[in-house]
């Protein structure tokens, strides 16, 4: 069936970087698109960005725009989000989910991993 | 950018009743004649991650019992739980995919005891 476990979450200072890595397994992972969607605590599910299954193109909410940066490595089945100039307001937990074109639906999540932007 | 309007916010029901969850698209989804099919619901129970529960607005996903049923009329969703079991007390969120960058949830119904 697939699985994702992330990890790389923590606890940073605003203005801060982090990078968290989504390792897949189970799955043709260089076949599938990816998401990282995040919740803020209590909150509801925010779309985070999107990388097509080759790398070859990759899309952003606005509000992340020029902040994070979605990459893979299909070589090692994983996938990334660099993070820069965290907010407070970017504290969440961060899940990857797996892109099911034919259901055009996010079939399998990870776990998630928790970032907590605080000073 | 199309948004997904839910009610209600919360749902108060008993084991055995009925649940009828409601997603408002503000504008037609894409592609025009089958934007239907970008409609998805995903189930979140406290401290797990979202499920996949219903894609292409009325197709269960493997595994959904049949007591969860998906329908739609123009820009209106519906997500139908037949008879509440317990495990169904949860958050349904609903999702739609029109390309790029237009990905958006709504914000959301809870189904509570």
């Known amino acids: 069936q697939g699985q994702l476990v992330e990890s790389g979450g923590g606890v940073v200072q605003p203005g801060g970087s982090l990078r968290l890595t989504c390792e897949a397994s189970g799955f043709i992972f260089s076949g599938y698109g990816m998401h990282w969607v995040r919740q803020a605590p209590g909150k509801g599910l925010e779309w985070v960005a999107l990388i097509w299954f080759d790398g070859s193109k990759t899309y952003y909410a606005e509000s992340m725009k020029g902040r994070f940066t979605i990459s893979r490595d299909n070589s090692k089945n994983t996938l990334n989000l660099q993070m820069n100039s965290l907010r407070p307001e970017d504290t969440a937990m961060y899940y990857c989910?797996?892109?099911?074109?034919?259901?055009?639906?996010?079939?399998?999540w990870g776990q998630g991993t928790m970032v907590t932007v605080s000073s | 950018e199309i948004v997904l309007t839910q009610s209600p916010g919360t749902l108060s029901l008993s084991p055995g009743e009925r649940a009828t969850l409601s997603c408002r698209a503000s504008q037609s989804l894409t592609p025009p004649l089958v934007g239907y099919q970008q409609l998805v619901w995903y189930q979140q129970k406290p401290g797990q991650a979202p499920r996949l529960l219903i894609y292409g607005a009325s197709n269960r996903a493997t595994g959904i019992p049949d007591r969860f049923s998906g329908s739609y009329s123009g820009t209106d969703f519906t997500l139908t739980i037949s008879r509440l079991e317990p495990e169904d007390f949860a958050v349904y969120y609903c999702?739609?995919?029109?390309?790029?960058?237009?990905?958006?949830f709504g914000p959301g119904t809870k189904v509570d005891i």
């Open positions: 999702q739609q995919y029109g390309g790029s960058s237009a990905f958006t």
């Open positions: 989910a797996r892109w099911e074109g034919n259901l055009r639906a996010l079939d399998i």
